[in-house]
């Protein structure tokens, strides 16, 4: 049972360059998210999804797209990456039934010079 | 949505010293309550959560939180505190009418020896 897995770990782009960030749970969760963090601003929800087949905007989304590929995967697309998404990248699920308590992946780390 | 406050954002302290982590959010409606927390270069775990009953929850690590409800606040507490507890903290709620989590900025615990 590996929880919520993402990958890569690591990333680098160049300005302008794309991407996909994956992650996959195997939890049987309905919903799943996507976070940034940045130094003293928390976390920040980019796109969410509450069950396959569905995805909604968050707080900043930006410069994101979203593919929710089936119940266990939900990927975020930077098509044109900038420096300003230069960030720490988080997935997580959790049920679609109270407490709502979710699960994080380990984190992707992407750097676009 | 809920609004979270963490009213740190850094908070040092000496080892086998006690912490108090200081939340508040926004509503006085039945909300669950979380706390994780992050040690460096990894994703965000479960500390502890509030559903319901007594308002003293005790988590993982020796650390435990105190609901009430008249203050809307949620405090983190360890009687002493090790290096190994040195992390970022985060407070999340949720209501039963949004499963998504509203996150606190965060509070940076700094165990020295």
């Known amino acids: 049972n590996a929880g919520v897995t993402q990958t890569p770990k690591f990333q680098v782009l160049k300005t302008g360059q794309s991407m996909t960030l994956q992650c996959a749970q195997d939890?049987?969760?309905?919903?799943m998210y996507w976070y940034r963090q940045d130094p003293g601003m928390g976390l920040r929800l980019i796109y969410y999804s509450a069950s396959e087949g569905t995805t909604d905007k968050g707080e900043v989304p930006n410069g994101y797209n979203v593919s929710r590929l089936n119940k266990r995967e939900f990927s975020l697309r930077l098509e044109s990456a900038a420096p300003s998404q230069t960030s720490v990248y988080f997935c997580?699920?959790?049920?679609?039934?109270?407490?709502?308590?979710?699960?994080f992946g380990p984190g992707t780390r992407l750097t676009v010079t | 949505a809920q609004s979270v406050t963490q009213l740190d954002s850094q908070v040092p302290v000496f080892e086998e010293a006690p912490v108090e982590l200081r939340c508040n959010y926004s509503s006085s409606v039945s909300v669950y309550l979380f706390w994780y927390v992050q040690y460096p270069n990894q994703g965000l775990q479960l500390l502890l959560k509030?559903?319901?009953?007594?308002?003293l929850v005790k988590g993982i690590n020796g650390f435990e939180a105190e609901f009430n409800k008249s203050q809307t606040s949620f405090h983190l507490r360890k009687p002493s505190v090790h290096i190994s507890d040195t992390a970022e903290y985060f407070c999340?709620?949720?209501?039963?009418?949004?499963?998504?989590?509203?996150f606190g900025a965060g509070t940076t615990v700094t165990v020295r020896a």
């Open positions: 509030y559903l319901s009953g007594s308002t």
């Open positions: 997580a699920s959790s049920k679609q039934e109270p407490p709502y308590e979710q699960y």
């Open positions: 999340a709620v949720s209501d039963p009418n949004d499963y998504k989590l509203s």
């Open positions: 939890m049987n969760h309905n919903s």
